[in-house]
């Protein structure tokens, strides 16, 4: 039986998947190969001077390379390697001492062992302790691998599904707090459930916390969105996604397709969302249950919906303090995980109102502190009779605030832009063009 290193895996699944961004985000380099850096080099070398990565060409540069893709996901398979790399790196280091050491250099010899561990511990630590301008070299490898990806037209986040919140977000990014808003009706929780689909077919694992809705209503609906996958359309010879309603009512698809599509994913599709919804509606979940699942599952993405059916763990006699403690934790877990977290809230019927525009910051319910607290916020609101969805995303604390619009079908899981992306931000804030896009905005207003 032949052994299949961790390294030979990672390498497999990046070729396969034409990219080195998971590695990129894993914090994963080349120092990291101890047999297959030059495999690893030439991924990065590709990617870098914008040519394709794909299987045919890494057989014909690496012949003698065993191709076979892992089971397990690659953001495992990183901290494998990177547990690997430092355990030798420390059991080489203990060896070298031994061999060396005597009388004479004992403490030269604890310096240099010390030294070692302390940069293990450091790479390896989940906090950060740099010197700003003396680790200005690490800064230009992440900036020169995320440019990297940004001329694969990739994000550097989770892909929510959606262009324009990609390319303006750079997807749902490590610790950051995502608020969206809306109406009931205004497909609040299907936009939630599409950036959870999304995260997962990027391999990502998902708790999505939700004290509304039950187990079977959220499978039905994460089904018809995966089903309305291209590629899941294609692997599986789907002509269409199966229907919400058809799943829902128990009829109208056929149940063999809907088994052989559920026994892809389960085999396919290395990411997962775990599902926590509410079992007791006068036990509530609590936001130190939600941390508690995190490591338990561990956890890359929280979406909670919505976030004012939590209970803070306390008492509170007005609302808004409720909200304002629920909120705190929510961004508590947000940093101190330093993963995405997206909540829900419901808009405010007296200022939206039925002006034919999406909700903003200035109309959370209950409290302004989920927009407040939020690094961005977005309101939705849906025109079922046109299959019409406008977004506003009246808060983003990194960029400019923007709107666009996408074709909704939700008994068929699309979701698809129809608003050419007008914003431009690569070399900085430009008056010009921002006061350019305002009008433009104004103008598509004014046209409706």
Not at 245 to 269: H, P, T, V, W
Not at 414 to 435: H, L, P, V
């Amino acid at each position: 039986m032949t052994y299949i290193s961790v390294e030979q895996f990672i390498i497999a699944e990046l070729v396969a998947e034409g990219s080195p961004r998971k590695a990129f985000l894993s914090n994963i380099s080349v120092d990291d190969f101890d047999i297959y850096d030059e495999e690893f080099g030439w991924v990065i070398s590709q990617a870098e001077l914008g040519k394709p990565i794909n299987v045919r060409l890494f057989k014909k540069k690496f012949p003698d390379f065993e191709f076979i893709r892992p089971r397990e996901r690659i953001q495992d398979l990183c901290e494998e390697l990177k547990d690997e790399r430092a355990y030798v790196t420390i059991r080489s280091a203990i060896e070298e001492i031994e061999r060396e050491l005597d009388h004479d250099n004992a403490i030269e010899k604890a310096s240099q062992l010390k030294e070692i561990l302390s940069e293990v511990v450091k790479r390896n630590s989940p906090a950060n302790d740099v010197l700003i301008k003396a680790n200005w070299k690490g800064h230009i490898k992440e900036q020169k691998e995320i440019l990297i990806l940004r001329q694969q037209g990739q994000t550097v986040g989770m892909p929510t599904g959606l262009k324009n919140l990609d390319y303006y977000w750079g997807g749902l990014q490590p610790g950051k707090l995502y608020c969206i808003l809306g109406r009931p009706g205004d497909a609040k929780s299907f936009t939630l459930a599409k950036f959870a689909t999304e995260a997962m077919l990027d391999g990502r694992r998902v708790g999505f916390f939700s004290p509304e809705f039950n187990e079977r209503e959220h499978r039905c609906r994460f089904s018809t969105l995966l089903s309305a996958n291209e590629m899941i359309q294609r692997e599986c010879k789907l002509n269409s996604a199966f229907k919400n309603r058809a799943l829902m009512d128990g009829k109208g698809y056929n149940l063999k397709k809907y088994q052989k599509f559920l026994e892809y994913c389960e085999s396919e599709i290395k990411g997962e969302i775990c599902l926590f919804t509410q079992k007791y509606r006068r036990e509530r979940m609590t936001p130190s249950y939600i941390e508690s699942k995190i490591e338990d599952r561990g956890l890359e993405l929280i979406i909670i919906d919505p976030i004012y059916k939590l209970h803070p763990g306390a008492k509170f006699a007005l609302r808004h303090e409720k909200i304002e403690a629920l909120i705190d934790y929510t961004q508590n877990i947000s940093k101190g995980f330093n993963i995405p977290v997206v909540v829900s809230n419901q808009a405010t019927r007296s200022l939206v109102g039925n002006r034919g525009e999406a909700p903003t910051k200035d109309t959370s319910f209950g409290s302004d502190a989920p927009a407040q607290e939020s690094d961005y916020v977005l309101g939705v609101k849906h025109f079922s009779d046109e299959h019409m969805m406008k977004l506003d995303c009246s808060k983003s604390r990194f960029g400019e605030s923007f709107k666009f619009k996408v074709k909704f079908w939700p008994n068929i899981g699309k979701m698809e832009d129809i608003t050419i992306i007008k914003g431009e931000f690569d070399n900085g804030y430009d008056a010009e063009k921002a006061e350019e896009v305002r009008k433009l905005l104004k103008e598509d207003a004014e046209d409706e």
